[in-house]
């Protein structure tokens, strides 16, 4: 995802879109860990900041004259492992920012979402770097520059009251949404994922976030129209579905394609008209329909 092409272009819509197919998405280099919601409620049942107490060092024989190192205080602990992964988020924010995300309100959402607890203990070092995880199922956590990207093309300095996400996933995306707009709706398909991310956004207690089990594909009709839609997996083609329920002016940000993927924005002109352009480079997990 970090391939960003400098390519744009336009086509009018309507198109032909009718089938979705997965593409050649590749798998994860890094074994992925069977995720489950006991795991979420370990991760959010750590420290705020994250990362494990450390183990207080076991006494030593009593020598004459000797003093044993002085050890943290659980409380000093805590907020030293706070202000870390703190400075870890902001350093990862910054990062973000040197290429090219400049919406300062996204960029405040992705510094106030703690990563670290969407994702596996075993990979909690890696929480903070620009990189997609795995997260069981054959499922990812997206690279927080594709996440801060896509909320800004969709956004485009407009407020949204009201805004769809495809493929909940783990939640992450989800948290950040909830930051930049009034209410969030996301939609997964994966019985286990879904169950997941309701563990791990819990403890943040966002009043404005509803999730849904099932198919994405189809969106909700029964709350559009939507300010703006945006789709964490790529299918060859974008759901007339989903177009439609695009309120006018909205935009829908999405990755298209199979073993070559494009992020694409697609607003919605008229009531029977959408136009496209292309932006960048991607890799996403394919774009399924039904429910598992």
Not at 67 to 74: E, I, L, Q, Y
Not at 170 to 186: D, F, P
Not at 235 to 259: D, F, H, N, S, T
Request: charged share 15%; glycine share 10%.
């Amino acid at each position: 995802m970090n391939d960003r092409s400098k390519t744009t272009g336009g086509s009018t819509f309507p198109l032909p879109l009718s089938s979705v197919t997965g593409g050649g998405a590749r798998k994860p280099t890094t074994p992925a860990p069977v995720a489950t919601p006991q795991t979420a409620t370990q991760n959010a049942a750590r420290a705020v900041g994250g990362a494990p107490l450390p183990k207080a060092p076991q006494p030593g024989p009593k020598l004459p004259g000797y003093a044993p190192p002085a050890t943290r205080s659980a409380p000093t602990a805590q907020r030293s492992d706070l202000m870390a992964t703190e400075a870890l988020r902001r350093a990862m924010v910054a990062r973000v920012a040197g290429q090219g995300v400049r919406d300062q309100q996204v960029l405040a959402a992705l510094e106030a979402v703690p990563r670290h607890l969407f994702i596996e203990p075993a990979l909690s070092s890696q929480a903070y770097i620009d990189a997609s995880l795995p997260i069981g199922h054959h499922q990812t956590i997206s690279q927080p520059y594709i996440v801060a990207r896509m909320i800004e093309a969709m956004r485009d300095g407009k407020q949204m009251n009201r805004v769809l996400e495809i493929g909940t996933g783990c939640g992450y995306q989800a948290a950040v949404l909830a930051r930049v707009a009034g209410e969030v709706y996301s939609i997964e398909r994966i019985k286990p994922l879904h169950e997941l991310a309701k563990a791990n956004l819990r403890t943040l207690r966002l009043s404005n976030l509803r999730l849904h089990y099932g198919d994405g594909m189809l969106g909700l009709a029964q709350v559009a129209p939507f300010d703006g839609i945006i789709l964490a997996a790529a299918g060859m083609e974008v759901p007339r579905a989903l177009l439609e329920q695009l309120a006018i002016g909205a935009r829908l940000v999405a990755p298209v394609g199979g073993q070559v993927q494009h992020l694409q924005r697609i607003t919605r002109t008229g009531k029977s008209e959408w136009t496209s352009e292309t932006l960048e480079a991607c890799h996403f997990v394919p774009l399924r329909p039904g429910t598992a």
